[in-house]
Each structure stands twice: as structure tokens, then as C-alpha cells.
């Protein structure tokens, strides 16, 4: 079984994707085997931070959708009661109409039918997976990604598709990388389970202070050890970030300055601790992928 790191942090744009691609080349680096999971289905982009132009291995996430047959059905209203997503529309004594982008897949329309007049073997597409070999310098990793299509309404069945197949494509590897989306929601709690390390990415503003707290809460919930990433240090004051780490016990905090050799990084597509090793921001990240591999006893 691979050891599972997750990468995280209740805001968006803090720099998740940076810092799992950056820990992802490093571990790579050392020969280790590596699948990073880009789980953040609505707005994945860990690939062109990797320079990757195009993903590979396409196959599609497919839910359950409720088909009936209308000539079992009595318009009861019992699977209209049941969906608590409102993808069942009936008047009474109507049959129900099915709104399949509202539909999650619950199945719970099935269950209730007491006619059996939902068929338990319809689907729809609601997005893909893709697994992509990467090579950057002498580090080879493999990627995997997940892309809810436009305009679904349900990120969790897509995040746990990906997930899925990212543990199936590193089974017997050394280490599975999860890079979530932002939040504190089902998608990203379903992203992070079972982690054995939770890197919480957050940045020195008030927003990024307010929602490291979320995150930060949300892996004493789950019972998960978490260390501390603040991405961009310096552009901020970061009030009330030392209080708020030392409170919530952190064993762990990586200062990650903000440079103009991390912004290069960004627009070619190159992990910053390949691209410019000596620049400050690849300094810290190149001391989080020590200590991470140092916690897992590789160094």
C-alpha cells in the first residue's frame, strides 16, 4: 500500500497545486514512486504546472441515473419524496420527471420504488479520469486527473472516481499525492481520507488565516496529522497566523517566500525546485520535501 499524503487548504488560490507538484517532483526525484491525484475535478491544473499539453488514458465517471418504466409506475410519489436533490419532479398523481443534472447518484429513488419501476442499470456521463505519465529532468511520475464536465452539479462523484483510480494505479508504489480542491465541503473531506499526512497550503492574509482555521479543524475531525504550508510569505501580515497554528498544535509550518523565481516556474510549466533551485521559494519547498520524506522514513 503507497503512503498517502494529502495536499490541502480551505481557500482557493493559495497554491495547493504548487506545493503538490513541487513535493511530487522532489520524492520523485529520489527515486521514489509517485502518483499525484489532481482531484480538484473543477479545476484541475496540476498537469500544466507539470507542462503536460495533453492528458492521457481517457475513461469516463459514470453515475447512476434513474430510468423508469412508466408502465410499472403509479405516480406514487415515493421516489420523489426520497430525492433530496430535487432531480425527481412529480405532481400528484403525476409520473415523476427526472432532471438528470440535479441527479447525484444516490440511488435512494430505486430503493424506495415500491413497484420496482426504476431500473437499477441506467447511467450518465458526468465527467473523466485521465492517467498521464510525466518526466521532469531524471523525476518520473505518474499523474492522475479528474475533469467534472460543465454544468454538473456534484463534485463528490467525480472526486472519488479519480481518487479510485489513482489508488489503483499506485498500488504496490511508494506514495499517492492528493491535490483537492479548495473548501472544507464533501468533495474535500471524501479527497483526504485515510491520509496519513495532511499539508494544509494557506497564504498571510485574512482570508487565508480564516480558512486555514476550517481546514485545520476539519483534520482534528477526521483524525488527521497536519503540518502547515504558507505559500507567498511576505505580500502579508498574516494577523493571527502564529496564534491560530500554536492553538491547533501544527508540528510543522514551511514558510514559502514569494519570488520572482516561483512566478517564472508558474508560466513555464516546471516545478520551481527544478527550474530555479536557488531561488528562495524553491529553498522552503525543497525543505518540505526533506522533512516529508524524512516523516516517512526515506531520508
Request: hydrophobic fraction near 45%; charged fraction near 25%; glycine fraction near 12%.
Given at each position: 500500500m503507497p503512503r498517502v499524503i494529502a495536499v490541502s487548504g480551505g481557500k482557493g488560490g493559495t497554491g495547493k497545486s504548487f506545493v503538490a507538484t513541487n513535493l511530487a517532483t522532489y520524492l520523485a526525484s529520489l527515486g521514489k514512486s509517485v502518483v499525484l491525484a489532481d482531484v480538484d475535478v473543477e479545476a484541475p491544473n496540476d498537469h500544466i504546472l507539470l507542462g503536460v499539453k495533453e492528458l492521457m488514458n481517457e475513461e469516463p465517471i459514470k453515475t447512476f441515473l434513474p430510468i423508469i418504466d412508466y408502465s410499472k409506475c403509479t405516480a406514487c410519489g415515493a421516489c420523489v419524496k426520497a430525492c433530496d436533490t430535487g432531480a425527481l419532479i412529480g405532481a400528484r398523481g403525476r409520473p415523476p420527471i427526472v432532471m438528470p443534472r440535479l441527479c447525484s447518484g444516490c440511488m435512494a429513488c430505486y430503493y424506495v420504488c415500491p413497484f420496482k419501476a426504476i431500473s437499477p442499470d441506467g447511467r450518465r456521463v458526468i465527467g473523466y479520469t485521465y492517467h498521464t505519465p510525466v518526466r521532469k529532468g531524471e523525476a518520473s511520475l505518474d499523474l492522475v486527473t479528474?475533469?467534472?464536465?460543465?454544468?454538473?452539479?456534484?463534485?463528490?462523484?467525480?472526486?472519488?472516481?479519480?481518487?479510485?483510480?489513482?489508488?489503483?494505479?499506485?498500488?504496490?508504489?511508494?506514495?499517492?499525492?492528493?491535490?483537492?480542491g479548495a473548501?472544507?465541503?464533501?468533495?474535500?473531506?471524501?479527497?483526504?481520507?485515510?491520509?496519513?499526512?495532511?499539508?494544509?497550503?494557506?497564504?498571510?492574509?485574512?482570508?487565508?488565516?480564516?480558512?486555514?482555521?476550517?481546514?485545520?479543524?476539519?483534520?482534528?475531525?477526521?483524525?488527521?496529522?497536519?503540518?502547515?504550508?504558507?505559500?507567498?510569505?511576505?505580500?502579508?501580515?498574516?494577523?493571527?497566523?502564529?496564534?491560530?497554528i500554536r492553538e491547533a498544535g501544527v508540528e510543522r509550518v514551511v514558510r514559502v517566500p514569494y519570488s520572482r523565481g516561483a512566478v517564472e516556474a508558474y508560466v513555464a510549466g516546471e516545478p520551481v525546485i527544478l527550474r530555479h533551485r536557488d531561488d528562495p521559494a524553491a529553498r522552503a519547498l525543497l525543505e518540505l520535501g526533506e522533512e516529508v520524506a524524512s516523516s516517512m522514513g526515506w531520508s
Open positions: 479528474g475533469v467534472l464536465r460543465e454544468g454538473e452539479e456534484h463534485t463528490p462523484p467525480a472526486v472519488i472516481a479519480a481518487r479510485d483510480r489513482a489508488e489503483r494505479v499506485a498500488s504496490g508504489k511508494d506514495v499517492l499525492i492528493i491535490d483537492t473548501g472544507t465541503g464533501n468533495s474535500v473531506s471524501v479527497a483526504v481520507r485515510g491520509a496519513e499526512l495532511l499539508i494544509a497550503v494557506t497564504e498571510p492574509t485574512p482570508l487565508g488565516v480564516h480558512d486555514l482555521s476550517a481546514i485545520l479543524e476539519l483534520a482534528e475531525a477526521m483524525g488527521l496529522r497536519a503540518w502547515v504550508v504558507v505559500n507567498r510569505w511576505g505580500i502579508g501580515a498574516g494577523e493571527g497566523l502564529d496564534e491560530l
